[in-house]
């Protein structure tokens, strides 16, 4: 690749690319503001020919990916262009995707709908991504918060609901030197109309949609779930700020409903975000006295069930959710997304084991029912489940090897597939010595797991791993046993 991949890769089956035939695509975004389109099963094209490739920067002409150092920060490093993972609308055949640039001095991001059979810009764009909100906070100008495209990382994936597209923002880590506010945004899929902008914190600070990467989530009415981090909160007294709060929106981006924890003043003192990691829905629990239900976790480690109809508000005294599980990750922060597969949770924390949870009758044991023998480091794995319905469950997770630096890049990571069950070990890919092993790996990859292949991304390439018996011709591919 062109630049470094923290997007996960998204793949699309039978796309009929012009004059290359029909093909199942792998797209993958990268840091150099680029989007490339691969066969997905390795038949033709490499990094040289991919079936088609967008750039959204010319350096002749002053545009390039913003400079990590113009923002000061090491989390991406050495530039900025597209970090979050993009979304497909398989109805109208269009990949949307947010880029950042910086162009002669001004710093823009803009929402780009591409063809996926081509590339091709879409529905007039791409459009240049502008708010403001009435409010007080911090870097307010004349009673106004404005989006900054400098400050914001748009690192949360990108939802498409609602016949709309729903953006999240949050920052680089930096504030104790830079104001921020998060922000969640909808655009109209078919005209890249902006419908609405929420900021999390009008009349205060932070309170950044990050969520490890994780995208916002949506329940089958169309209502919106995202995690804060540190930030103001003053929701309780009739405030508009919601920082280390479990915001449910409507889908035009107004407040339905909320669970703020009831020692959010001094988790936030802390630094203990509550939306370090990303939301999790789970399907409707059949019987259960709290069918419609959602997980969420962050820095301290501690689990939160809540009902999504009721979802608990905020008490000073202690919480009014469905269920917190102080002890389940064994302190560990949750920095990633966890998964659900068969009435069992998956969490993969930071410096800690996979911990598989169950459900039972609407409420998660405390006790995990297993945990693997193999550790990740900070910062911990979301887990990802392929399976034939449900059986022959599999769960992928990334290992990051950061290699003793501070970038959000490091030495060689591996897969590991463990069973779904028991957390045995079922395969990684150190097991084959140095021919499956994965180049300089990138903090917060995700696995995507489709038609019997694995894909993830590295700080130099996009890997493939299959059963050896289907070993794609080019030598991009990095196979192992299954």
Same mark, same amino acid.
């Given at each position: ?16 690319v ?63 262009g ?70 914001n ?9 609602n ?27 078919r ?10 914190t009008?009349?205060?600070?932070q ?8 995208g ?17 909160f ?17 889908p ?22 509550? +939306?370090?990691? /990303?939301? !999790? ?5 059949s019987? @259960? &006295?709290?069918p419609?239900?959602?997980?969420? %976790? *962050? ?15 905020f008490?000073r005294s ?10 389940a ?18 969490f993969?924390?930071?410096?800690d ?48 090897n ?7 890049? +490091?030495?060689? /990571?591996? !897969? ?6 028991? @957390? &045995? ?6 097991? %084959? *010595? ?42 991009e ?6």
């Amino acid at each position: 690749m062109d630049g470094q991949i923290y997007a996960q890769p998204v793949e699309l089956q039978n796309v009929l690319v012009p004059g290359k035939g029909q093909h199942n695509v792998v797209y993958v975004a990268t840091e150099n503001d680029s989007v490339y389109a691969f066969d997905a099963d390795g038949k033709t094209g490499n990094n040289a020919n991919p079936l088609w490739h967008d750039v959204f920067i010319n350096p002749a002409k002053g545009i390039t990916p913003i400079p990590s150092s113009d923002v000061g920060t090491m989390m991406i490093y050495p530039q900025i262009g597209i970090t979050s993972t993009p979304v497909i609308d398989m109805s109208s055949g269009t990949l949307y995707v947010v880029a950042a640039t910086k162009e002669n001095g001004a710093y823009l991001q803009r929402l780009h709908a591409l063809d996926v059979t081509s590339g091709a810009e879409k529905f007039g764009g791409p459009v240049v991504i502008q708010a403001s909100v009435a409010g007080d906070g911090w870097g307010a100008i004349n009673g106004k918060v404005y989006f900054d495209p400098l400050r914001n990382n748009q690192r949360a994936a990108l939802l498409l609901a609602n016949e709309t597209v729903y953006i999240a923002w949050a920052s680089y880590g930096l504030e104790d030197v830079h104001q921020y506010h998060g922000w969640a945004m909808g655009y109209d899929a078919r005209t890249l109309q902006q419908l609405g902008a929420f900021c999390t914190t009008p009349n205060g600070k932070q309170g950044g949609i990050w969520q490890g990467g994780g995208g916002i989530a949506a329940d089958a009415d169309g209502n919106l779930f995202f995690l804060t981090g540190n930030g103001t909160f003053d929701a309780n007294r009739g405030g508009l700020d919601y920082g280390m709060t479990y915001v449910k929106i409507s889908p035009s981006i107004g407040v339905v409903d909320y669970f703020t924890p009831y020692n959010e003043a001094s988790l936030s003192g802390m630094d203990m975000d509550f +939306g370090s990691g /990303g939301p !999790l829905l789970l399907p409707d629990q059949s019987g @259960a &006295a709290h069918p419609f239900l959602a997980v969420g %976790a *962050g820095k301290s480690g501690v689990i939160y069930l809540v009902d999504r109809t009721k979802m608990g508000g905020f008490n000073r005294s202690q919480n009014q959710n469905l269920e917190t599980i102080p002890n389940a990750l064994a302190g560990h922060a949750l920095v990633a997304t966890p998964a659900y597969f068969a009435e069992k949770l998956y969490f993969g924390a930071a410096n800690d084991v996979l911990r598989i949870l169950q459900i039972t009758n609407g409420l998660i044991v405390s006790t995990p029912i297993a945990t693997s023998n193999v550790d990740f480091p900070f910062p911990g794995a979301t887990p990802v489940i392929s399976a034939n319905g449900s059986a022959d469950g599999i769960v992928w997770m990334l290992q990051f090897n950061s290699n003793g630096g501070s970038q959000g890049y +490091g030495g060689p /990571g591996t !897969l590991f597939a463990f069973n779904p069950v028991t @957390a &045995a070990l079922l395969y990684s890919s150190d097991q %084959a *010595g140095r021919r499956d092993m994965p180049p300089s790996s990138i903090k917060f990859a995700t696995p995507t797991v489709a038609n019997g292949k694995v894909y993830f991304g590295t700080a130099s390439e996009l890997d493939v791993f299959g059963l050896l018996s289907q070993r794609a011709s080019t030598s991009e591919a990095h196979l192992g046993a299954n």
